[in-house]
């Protein structure tokens, strides 16, 4: 090292952009070496050495970022339903992940957002009665379905014997009356349900 080569340390923090408050905590962590009893330092090393914490620092970073990414990933994974739909989101993100760590992490984090906006939404409307579980639904088309087949089930028993001597047509006419005689009586049903 020569004579030269030392700088002050408000001359480095010059060189380098940074504060002189930053030169020295970086001399507090060891990054960059005094040289002398003056406090000067060698602008090489030390040219060297910040190159090394930045690209520390970068590192850290995209570690850190990483690691969120990756924790919002498996919070989102904890409460998806439709799991086919995110494996593709899922494989994106896993195949950016080292080379964009924060790129992945934003897209995790508004995914989530939107789900828990969704989730919350779907609260509000099934607590506001906009929202009608699948079981009731469920529950009632087996229900209808019932009433349905036990009206339509008696008609041959009831036009059986109106039916005798008849034309075709005639015939046809009376089953086509009786099967809207009992779809009338299932809406008014249904229509008094509501």
């Known amino acids: 090292m020569s004579k030269n080569d030392l700088i002050s340390q408000s001359a480095l923090a010059r060189n380098l952009g940074i504060s002189r408050a930053s030169v020295r905590s970086l001399i507090d962590k060891g990054f960059f070496k005094i040289c002398n009893e003056r406090g000067m330092l060698s602008l090489q090393d030390s040219v060297k050495a910040y190159e090394q914490y930045q690209n520390t620092m970068k590192s850290t970073a995209k ?40 790129a ?26 906009r929202l009608i579980p699948i079981e009731r639904i469920h ?24 039916c005798e001597g008849r034309s075709a047509r005639d015939i046809e006419e009376i089953i086509e009356d009786e099967i809207n005689s009992s779809l009338a009586e299932l809406q008014k049903l249904y229509a008094v349900g509501e």
């Open 63 to 102: 570690t850190k970022s990483r690691q969120n990414a990756l924790k919002q990933i498996d919070k989102i994974q904890s409460i998806i339903e439709d799991k086919e739909e995110f494996e593709k989101v899922f494989k994106e993100w896993i195949s950016q992940i080292e080379d964009d760590p924060i």
């Open 139 to 162: 529950h009632d088309a087996e229900e209808a379905a019932a009433l349905v087949r036990s009206k339509l089930i008696t008609i041959p028993s009831r036009v059986a014997t109106i």
């Open 104 to 129: 992945v992490m934003n897209s995790a984090k508004a995914y989530l957002t939107a789900l828990q906006t969704k989730e919350q939404k779907m609260k509000v409307d099934e607590a506001e009665k």
